[in-house]
Nanobody, 123 residues
Framework: QVQLVESGGGLVQAGDSLRLSCAAS????????MGWFRQAPGKEREFVAV????????QYADSVKGRFTISRDNAKNTVYLQMNGLKLADTAVYYC????????????????WGQGTQVTVSS
């Protein structure tokens, strides 16, 4: 019922910035809390950030706190992840996801997922 498509990934150098976008079709994103997750090769998919339906509440993983900012524009049915001060450890496939259960960091509570976009940080 919700289709999500990420974009904006690419190859950057350590210290650079990148802005990811997640465009939705189907139901309006205002019905869902929206999260970003990432997965590096050989590692588990991990929580990055989440934003509430009305953008009032945000939550970040400790590893990205202070560097990444999640935002949403419900009128455009789009969610963003602004990534500043990128580090080698940020290299991963980044996924956006929609949760009908509210603000959560639990993968099991996200019902819809995008295909992912690759972010590669080099030195």
């Amino acid at each position: 019922q919700v289709q999500l498509v990420e974009s904006g990934g690419g190859l950057v150098q350590a210290g650079d910035s990148l802005r990811l976008s997640c465009a939705a079709s189907g139901r309006t994103l205002s019905s869902y809390a929206m999260g970003w997750f990432r997965q590096a090769p050989g590692k588990e998919r991990e929580f990055v950030a989440v934003i509430s339906r009305g953008s009032v509440v945000t939550q970040y993983a400790d590893s990205v706190k202070g560097r990444f900012t999640i935002s949403r524009d419900n009128a455009k049915n789009t969610v963003y992840l602004q990534m500043n001060g990128l580090k080698l450890a940020d290299t991963a496939v980044y996924y956006c996801a929609a949760s009908p259960f509210g603000t959560t960091a639990s993968r099991s509570e996200y019902d819809y997922w995008g295909q992912g976009t690759q972010v590669t940080v080099s030195s």
